[in-house]
C-alpha cells in the first residue's frame, strides 16, 4: 500500500475509495488493503489546504487594498480594488465556520505589508497603518 500512496496518489485514492464504499455498504473487504494512517492523513490535508487556500486569498486582497492606499493616483489602483474584491468573494466562497479561530488576521496582514513594494514608478507610498484596520467579518462582507 505504502508504494501506491507513494508512487501513484491518483491510483492509491481511487483503489482506497472503493475499497472504503465497499466498506460503508457493509460489503466484505479486506481490511488490512485499507490504508487507514494514509486516508487519515490525507483526510487532515484537506482541511489544511482549504484553510491556506482561505488565508492565501484573504492576505492576497489585503495587498491590492494597501496598494490602493498607498498609490490612490497611480492607474492600477482600480484594477487593485476590483481585483481584491473579488478575491475577498473567492476567501468568502471558500470560508468556513471553523476557519475563524485559526486565522490569524493580525499575521496575515503583516504578510501583506511586508510584500508591499517600497516603490512604485519611483514614488515611496503614502502611509499605511502598521496594524489590521479591518476585521475578519469585514473582509468576508460583501462589499
Same mark, same amino acid.
Given at each position: 500500500? %505504502? ?23 457493509? /460489503? ?38 494597501? =496598494? ?12 487593485? /480594488? ?7 468573494? %473567492? ?10 479561530? =485559526?486565522? %490569524? ?11 508591499? @513594494?517600497? =516603490? ?12 489590521? @484596520?479591518?476585521?475578519? %467579518? ?6
Amino acid at each position: 500500500m %505504502d508504494s501506491l500512496y507513494e508512487s501513484d496518489i491518483l491510483a492509491w485514492s481511487e483503489q482506497q475509495a472503493w475499497l472504503l464504499r465497499d466498506h460503508a455498504a457493509g /460489503r466484505e473487504t479486506n481490511d488490512a488493503e485499507i490504508d487507514w494512517p494514509n486516508i487519515v492523513e490525507e483526510i487532515e490535508s484537506v482541511g489544511r489546504e482549504q484553510l491556506h487556500a482561505v488565508e492565501s486569498l484573504l492576505t492576497q486582497a489585503m495587498l491590492h487594498l494597501l =496598494k490602493a492606499e498607498a498609490w490612490p493616483l497611480v492607474r492600477d489602483a482600480p484594477s487593485w /480594488r476590483a481585483e481584491a474584491i473579488r478575491v475577498r468573494a %473567492d476567501a468568502r466562497r471558500r470560508f468556513a465556520p471553523s476557519m475563524r479561530q =485559526k486565522i %490569524d488576521l493580525a499575521g496575515l496582514y503583516a504578510d501583506a505589508l511586508h510584500a508591499l @513594494p517600497e =516603490k512604485l514608478d519611483d514614488q515611496a507610498p503614502l502611509p499605511v497603518p502598521e496594524v489590521c @484596520p479591518v476585521t475578519l %467579518d469585514e473582509l468576508l462582507a460583501v462589499p
